[in-house]
């Protein structure tokens, strides 16, 4: 089973600014099967970047996607108020997904 | 346009069982995997299982394997998970979604709130 730890857990940041959010797998993942979410409270989770670096339908290009092997980065370029909210990882490799544990992108 | 529309809230004791449903609509149903996805109060995502509901081939996360079933009936295009015995522990929201190309999760349900409580 391939485990996904995501850092920061908790990112503090101001609207404007660039926000980096890192995925480490515990051993190598196809970036072919590479997604990450965007989770609002109350809300389900949406797709933002599918294989490590494809926007999903309607997602601004601020958003971006990168990372192969190990280590997968999402970047928002500028952040905008309704950014803030909590991101996932997920990954899928022989039979299993798994997701990482989040990380909170929380207003400065 | 895809939708998946998921069932309810339910309240239930230790011990009940339950089933909870996904209709899926605007797209071949049985041309896509369904996932189920738990997430506990407070807590992220977790992958439950996966089926396709053109031959109801079913993959479970070892986590949740004997804990729960999922199910498909394409001529309803509904998938649904299952238990037979809650436990306090099942308190959570779970989350139906369709599985993309890339094995991405593209189309989420709304979520059905299960609480178990005696």
């Known amino acids: 089973e391939i485990v996904l730890t995501q850092s920061p857990g908790t990112l503090s940041l101001s609207p404007g600014e660039r926000a980096t959010l890192s995925c480490r797998a515990s051993?190598?993942?196809?970036?072919?099967?590479l997604a990450w979410y965007q989770q609002k409270p109350g809300q389900a989770p949406r797709l933002l970047i599918f294989g490590a670096s494809s926007r999903a339908t309607g997602i601004p290009d601020r958003f971006s996607g990168s990372g192969s092997g190990t280590d997968f980065t999402l970047t928002i370029s500028r952040l905008e108020p309704e950014d803030f909210a909590v991101y996932y990882c997920q990954q899928y490799g022989s039979s299993w997904y798994s997701f990482g544990q989040g990380t909170k992108l929380e207003i400065k | 346009e895809v939708q998946l529309v998921q069932s309810g809230a339910e309240v239930k004791k230790p011990g009940e069982s339950l089933k909870i449903s996904c209709k899926g609509s605007?797209?071949?149903?049985?041309?896509?995997?369904i996932g189920w996805v738990r997430q506990m109060p407070g807590k992220g995502l977790e992958w439950m299982g996966i089926?396709?509901?053109?031959?109801?081939?079913?993959r479970y996360s070892p986590s949740f394997q004997g804990q729960v079933t999922i199910s498909a009936d394409k001529s309803i295009s509904t998938a649904y998970l299952q238990w037979s015995s809650l436990k306090a522990s099942d308190t959570a929201m779970y989350y139906c979604?369709?599985?993309?190309?890339?094995?991405?999760?593209?189309?989420w349900g709304q979520g059905t709130l299960v609480t178990v409580s005696s």
């Open positions: 089926i396709y509901p053109g031959d109801s081939d079913t």
């Open positions: 051993q190598s993942v196809s970036s072919t099967y």
């Open positions: 605007g797209y071949s149903f049985t041309s896509y995997w």
């Open positions: 979604a369709r599985r993309g190309g890339s094995r991405e999760f593209d189309y």
